[in-house]
């Protein structure tokens, strides 16, 4: 098999690019932040720190936009040995533009954390996003794993999706 590469579009994730896409961030991901964070309210600095202690402790991408304005930043955090979790922030424009090089960054990370030893990647986004859930499985291969219900700060429900070393 041929190894997959990264678009030319697709860097290291720099605390910038959180500190930019947390203030410009896409309104149903802030709904799923404040739901899975139990925050009061969504605050972009707050966001941001935590993103950038996350992208510091795991591996973490930026694709950028035609401009050079992140489009979107994300990565994976060990949270057991060999099981890592996805986390993501970006733009409206970001998404509409970039969503080609997103993917392919993505799963070349996938891919990448899969080479060195991972068991195991997962994500999770609240139930009522239907794109994001169409995202995970057609276009990063992950496998459905079924709701959390009533498990979001306000009882929303969360869907899970995972991928195991081989599949």
């Given at each position: 098999?041929?190894?997959?590469?990264?678009?030319?579009?697709?860097?290291?994730?720099?605390?910038?690019?959180?500190?930019?896409?947390?203030?410009?961030?896409?309104?149903?991901?802030?709904?799923?932040?404040?739901?899975?964070?139990?925050?009061?309210?969504?605050?972009?600095?707050?966001?941001?720190?935590?993103?950038?202690?996350?992208?510091?402790?795991?591996?973490?991408?930026?694709?950028?936009?035609?401009?050079?304005?992140?489009?979107?930043?994300?990565?994976?955090?060990?949270?057991?040995?060999?099981?890592?979790?996805?986390?993501?922030?970006?733009?409206?424009?970001?998404?509409?533009?970039?969503?080609?090089?997103?993917?392919?960054?993505?799963?070349w990370l996938a891919d990448r954390l899969f080479q060195l030893g991972a068991r195991r990647?997962?994500?999770?986004?609240?139930?009522?996003?239907?794109?994001?859930?169409?995202?995970?499985?057609?276009?990063?291969?992950?496998?459905?794993?079924?709701?959390?219900?009533?498990?979001?700060?306000?009882?929303?429900?969360?869907?899970?999706?995972?991928?195991?070393?081989?599949?």
């Amino acid at each position: 098999m041929i190894a997959a590469r990264n678009p030319s579009n697709i860097i290291p994730c720099r605390p910038a690019h959180l500190l930019y896409l947390c203030e410009c961030m896409r309104e149903e991901e802030r709904e799923q932040y404040v739901a899975l964070t139990c925050a009061e309210q969504y605050d972009p600095d707050v966001a941001a720190r935590g993103f950038i202690n996350t992208a510091a402790n795991g591996f973490a991408i930026t694709a950028l936009c035609q401009d050079n304005t992140p489009a979107v930043a994300g990565g994976y955090e060990e949270i057991l040995p060999g099981v890592w979790q996805s986390w993501m922030v970006g733009t409206e424009r970001g998404w509409a533009e970039q969503w080609r090089s997103i993917t392919k960054g993505s799963r070349w990370l996938a891919d990448r954390l899969f080479q060195l030893g991972a068991r195991r990647v997962q994500t999770v986004t609240l139930a009522t996003r239907t794109q994001a859930i169409e995202w995970f499985e057609r276009g990063l291969g992950l496998k459905p794993e079924g709701i959390w219900r009533g498990y979001g700060r306000d009882g929303q429900d969360v869907a899970a999706f995972s991928r195991v070393r081989g599949e």
